[in-house]
């Protein structure tokens, strides 16, 4: 049925919490998918494939865009930041053990990027500060103007998730829960371009207004010359290249350590 290959539950616009925004797809909804699937590749293959499959999560950066845009659902006037990040947290760890009462014993949870480094530009078209402030240099200390707020945010959601995946892992010793920081991979990307093969961290590959930052990409016709140079490809995303870079330091801890306890592979 080729189901036993990989599958993608995944979405563009995937959130941990469910949105009334039109074409985001909430973390429950992708659940709901996955479990009809388990149940199929139970009773066809057994219960040992489910517990030697590997479940990637990657969730939160969207819930933070809708959480601070000024269009908002009304979320940020319901809850604080501090109480927003603790439900996003709790509904992590819910769907992790969920998730292990599933006999799904290899779990990976992606931590959100700098997401205060590509806020700036993003939020309006009045923003006098650009998304992307790095000299292109390779030196480090060039990225001054990163919302250090919104940096913050993300920052605590990551130290959080990761402490209570440390946990799970204590207290489901047969299980491999794997928490990656994907956060301090792209500040030393964004910090140290050259290093890792990158020359504009300016501009964003595809998009138009102030530094590529204010309109997405619209069309592929858009894009740059040279994307393969570049750290972002709109004012929201990573090129391809980073990516890549941080899968491969995913997988093996090379060249950026980002996983913990262990490394994917």
């Not at 293959?45 to 601070?68: A, M, P, R, T």
């Not at 707020?149 to 489901?172: G, H, I, P, T, W």
């Not at 570049?230 to 980073?242: E, I, K, M, Y």
């Amino acid at each position: 049925m080729g189901l036993e290959n990989g599958i993608n539950f995944g979405s563009t616009q995937g959130t941990i919490l469910s949105s009334r925004r039109l074409g985001f797809q909430g973390l429950n909804q992708q659940l709901c998918q996955a479990y009809e699937t388990l149940q199929l590749l139970q009773l066809q293959l057994g219960q040992e494939v489910i517990e030697s499959s590997v479940f990637y999560l990657s969730l939160g950066k969207d819930d933070y865009i809708n959480f601070l845009h000024p269009d908002s659902s009304g979320a940020r006037h319901r809850f604080s930041k501090e109480v927003f990040t603790q439900i996003l947290v709790n509904q992590m760890i819910r769907v992790v053990k969920d998730l292990y009462n599933a006999n799904v014993k290899k779990i990976i949870c992606m931590g959100i990027g700098p997401l205060g480094c590509v806020w700036e530009s993003s939020r309006d078209n009045d923003s006098h500060h650009p998304s992307h402030t790095s000299s292109n240099s390779g030196a480090g200390g060039g990225w001054q103007d990163c919302m250090e707020d919104v940096n913050d945010l993300v920052l605590e959601y990551n130290a959080l998730l990761s402490e209570r995946l440390l946990d799970l892992n204590f207290e489901f010793p047969d299980a491999q829960i794997i928490f990656c920081d994907v956060y301090q991979a792209m500040m030393d990307i964004i910090s140290f371009p050259r290093r890792y093969g990158f020359e504009n961290v300016n501009r964003s590959c595809c998009g138009s207004g102030r530094y590529g930052g204010m309109v997405g990409c619209q069309a592929i016709e858009m894009a740059c010359d040279e994307p393969l140079t570049h750290v972002w490809w709109d004012f929201n995303n990573p090129t391809q290249a980073v990516h890549s870079l941080l899968a491969e330091s995913a997988w093996s801890c090379k060249p950026l350590d980002i996983c913990r306890p262990i490394s994917i592979e």
